[in-house]
């Protein structure tokens, strides 16, 4: 694409006039444009806008915003009731009011262990900066009237 674009420099340059078809753009014109761009409207388009702004305006045009990266993490925990006497609906709702900034509960299960117990099985969210599994973990077991312990099951990088 470059080769055309420099032969084309060179026609232009020896022409004397503004346009092939002379002092107004015709078919000519037309012609070697497509040539030039083909069907790469997008291109075309984005050469028109900068094309307007001098070389000076261009160069203090100002650098791309940096992104800034959040690292999260989704996280599955198993959590330990006492016996088959806790009442899990109670244990899920205290567990859910546990707020740390950083910190989305997400889906919960029951899923039966041995002899009627069952453990909770709950999905959360992170972010990496703000939260650690030190802070989960402590304020999950310090439920001591429910928990007896906590497992992570599976702690992904999203």
Same mark, same amino acid.
């Given at each position: 694409m ?8 060179k026609?232009?340059?020896?022409l ?11 078919? !000519?014109?037309?012609?070697k444009?497509?040539e030039v ?7 075309? &388009?984005?050469?028109?806008f ?7 305006e ?8 940096? &992104?800034v $990266? $959040?690292?999260? *993490? *989704?996280i ?7 016996d ?8 899920e ?5 546990? !707020?740390?900034e950083?910190l989305?509960w ?6 039966? $262990? ?8 709950? +999905? ?16 999950? !077991?310090?439920?001591e009237?429910?928990?007896?312990s +906590? ?8």
């Amino acid at each position: 694409m470059l080769a055309k674009v420099e032969a084309l420099n060179k026609e232009l340059e020896g022409l004397g006039k503004p346009f092939f078809d002379g002092k107004n753009p015709g078919s !000519t014109d037309a012609k070697k444009l497509k040539e030039v761009i083909g069907d790469h409207e997008h291109f075309y &388009r984005w050469l028109k806008f900068m094309s307007v702004h001098s070389a000076e305006e261009r160069a203090a045009f100002p650098p791309p915003a940096k &992104r800034v $990266v $959040v690292n999260k *993490s *989704s996280i599955v925990l198993d959590i330990k009731p006492w016996d088959d006497e806790t009442n899990m609906q109670e244990m899920e709702q205290e567990v859910r009011a546990i !707020t740390i900034e950083g910190l989305h509960w997400g889906a919960s299960k029951l899923v039966p $262990v041995a002899f009627g117990v069952k453990k909770l099985q709950i +999905m959360l969210t992170i972010i990496d900066d703000l939260v650690g599994s030190d802070d989960i973990e402590e304020k999950i !077991t310090g439920l001591e009237d429910y928990v007896q312990s +906590m497992d992570v099951v599976a702690w992904n990088k999203v």
